[in-house]
Structure formats: structure tokens, C-alpha cells
């Protein structure tokens, strides 16, 4: 079975500029999560997409925002890009049902590292 | 502010010990508790998960969780070296959101 999946690997923005980043959960997932991993900062929680709908947002502000597509997978955009949103951006995915319980568990995809400069 | 707390470490313990990592969390509402592991420059690794009070093992691992204390550990038997990464506590409440620890580094000597 395939795990998530993200691209591309690597990205190198110059400030100002906008990041789109992509993300594909495993099969049968519904649920896309995105984190964000800040040197000294630990992995901070984005945005949570679940049936195409943005379900919970973190504390970041409006220029990062994303969209599920129907088959699931999703996008993250980081618009007007600053020098501290450097980081290792992950996704995670999840599968459907109980997640209102807490009973379900999240698997990571590989990262892509944004580096603005 | 809900929050999970750990020992940014290192821990340092010598092949074939018992390593113990800690975790506490605030929000008493949280329901489910989970163990990453991530190597250097790597994604984290889902290791356990634990829903209830008590302790459960899966192979070499033992997640325990105490509500009552808020605290929840992960044992590992017969450290290897291969077992040296950050270990991530990372507890959900309510909606499904992840808050995560910054984690601990154990370190395992040949």
C-alpha cells in the first residue's frame, strides 16, 4: 500500500512570492492534515481538510491557506512568502470515521522543504 | 493554550536498556495519545498509540497513559542503536487537531 505522498521535494521561493505545495493521502484516506516544521518551533498544525471541507485551521495567518480535490488529495498555498516560513512542510492523512472521538491515527508523508530567501 | 510537554533531552542510554520517555499534557479533554519517532531530516513515524488508561505493548515498545496525572510514556526494551532518533508526544482533543511536543532525542550506545 502506498503511503502519502508529496511534492515536490524541495522548493526555493524568494520572499514575496507564492508556494504551492502538493500532497496525495493513502488510499482510502479522506482526511489531509498539514503541518508545518520550524527549526526550534516543533511541528505546528496548519489546516485539516476532511470531504473536500476545511474542518480546523491553526494559529497562522490568512496567506496560508489550501483545498482538498474530490479524489482526495490536496494543495497547500503560502502566499506573499516571508523569510520565517522556511520549514519542513508535512502532510499527514487519516482514514474516515470517529475523528469527533479522537480514534484515529495520522500518517506522515515525507515533507517538502521550503526555504525562502 | 493547550499544550504537550518533554524533556528536549538527550537521553543516552546503552544498547540492550529499557529507555523511558515522558510526556505531560494539559488539556484534560484530550482523548488519544500517540508516539512519533522521526530521524534526522526524516517525517515522523507513527510507533503507538494509546486510547485508555493502563499500558499497551507492541513488541518491544510499551505506551502507558495516566489521565488522572495527565502523563503519558513510552518504554522501549532492548534499546538498539538503530532506535536513536526524537521521539514526539502528541495528544488530540476534541477536534481532531494534533498538538505536538517538540520532542525528546534519545541517543542508544553500541
Known amino acids: 500500500e502506498a503511503g502519502v505522498t508529496q511534492s515536490p521535494t524541495h522548493l526555493i521561493k524568494t520572499r514575496g512570492q507564492q508556494a504551492t505545495l502538493r500532497c496525495s493521502p493513502i488510499s482510502g484516506h479522506t482526511s489531509v492534515y498539514w503541518y508545518q516544521q520550524a527549526l526550534g518551533l516543533g511541528l505546528q498544525f496548519l489546516l485539516w481538510y476532511d470531504e473536500g471541507e476545511e474542518r480546523n485551521r491553526g494559529n497562522f495567518p490568512p496567506r496560508f491557506s489550501g483545498r482538498q480535490f474530490p479524489n482526495y488529495s490536496s494543495e497547500l498555498n503560502v502566499n506573499a512568502l516571508e523569510l520565517e516560513d522556511s520549514a519542513l512542510y508535512l502532510c499527514?492523512?487519516?482514514?474516515?470515521?470517529?475523528?469527533?472521538?479522537?480514534?484515529?491515527?495520522?500518517?506522515f508523508g515525507p515533507g517538502t522543504r521550503l526555504t525562502v530567501t | 493554550q493547550k499544550e504537550v510537554e518533554q524533556n528536549s533531552g538527550p537521553l543516552s542510554v546503552p544498547e540492550g536498556a529499557i529507555a523511558s520517555l515522558n510526556c505531560t499534557y494539559s488539556?484534560?479533554?484530550?482523548?488519544?495519545f500517540f508516539w512519533y519517532r522521526q530521524y534526522s531530516g526524516k517525517s515522523p513515524e507513527l510507533i503507538m498509540f494509546i486510547y485508555s488508561n493502563g499500558d499497551k505493548e507492541d513488541g518491544r515498545f510499551t505506551a502507558q497513559l495516566n489521565k488522572a496525572s495527565q502523563y503519558v510514556s513510552l518504554l522501549i526494551r532492548d534499546s538498539q542503536p538503530s532506535d536513536s532518533a526524537t521521539y514526539l508526544c502528541a495528544a488530540i482533543s476534541g477536534y481532531s487537531t494534533l498538538t505536538f511536543g517538540k520532542g525528546t532525542m534519545l541517543l542508544v550506545s553500541p
Open positions: 488539556d484534560r479533554g484530550s482523548q488519544s
Open positions: 499527514a492523512s487519516s482514514s474516515p470515521g470517529h475523528w469527533d472521538r479522537g480514534f484515529h491515527e495520522q500518517y
